[in-house]
């Protein structure tokens, strides 16, 4: 489709469970994503991580920063909104996940996110800033326009919120010069009665150049559910991304995958520059 609208499908959570990694390696074999967010904390990274080696051409491969992994999340957003998170020791943690991603990736991140977005919070929003500025990464961002759109979309109010705290992290994006994508859509409360399918159209709808689409897809095994509350929704993903539901659905909503870099470039778009830094 020449005139496709260029968006980023990205799957989280590459890392989390050899089933989940592996799921997700099968739909990159097969196009239908364009970038995954690597958790480098557990012990399973240092077999499922090198084999995206191979992958590192074709698609952007990604840090997801994880902070929770031996704390529960509402301690982490409480405090890093009272400000209360030791950016010492935050950029201490930054930059070990990023050397273990290097060391067994064999390359540097593609692009920075969160573990359940904790990119965005104080003292971690510019740690990251920081080091995707040195390393020439982009970071995901998760604005998206507030408006009458996100109310048709999966959990809005959390779509909203998203929205509402990436716009500090975007400031400093500009101010440095780092990359971004130009659109955030995949949010999901995972307790919809509806298809994925139907949440899935309902997300992509309007999506622009550079938009990224974040999703959850894998299989299921014991580590998943000794780690991880969801399940069967990262099931009903996979078997619909590796369907062909989802090439029909791209084709009438005009969309093709890409990575960031053709995205945002096929919007004819200086969104952010293209940082040069190395690492």
Sequence with gaps: MADARKIVLCADDYGLSP????????LLDCGRLSATSCMVGFPEFAQDGPVLRSYLNRADIGLHFTLTTDRPLSSVLVSGWLRRLNPKH????LSRQVNTFMSVVGAAPAYIDGHQHVHLLPAVREAVIEVAQRIGAYVRLTREPIGFAMLQRPAWVDSAYL???????????NIHGVRTNCGFRGVRSFKETTSFRDLFRSMISGAVNGSVIMCHPGHVDDTLHARDPIHHQREEEFTYFASDGFLHDMRQAGLQLATLYEAVAAAGSDHLPFSTAVA
């Design 19 to 26: 089933a989940v990694s592996r799921g997700i390696r099968e």
């Design 90 to 93: 935050i950029r201490a943690e």
């Design 163 to 173: 929205s509402w705290a990436a716009h500090p992290m975007e400031q400093l994006a």
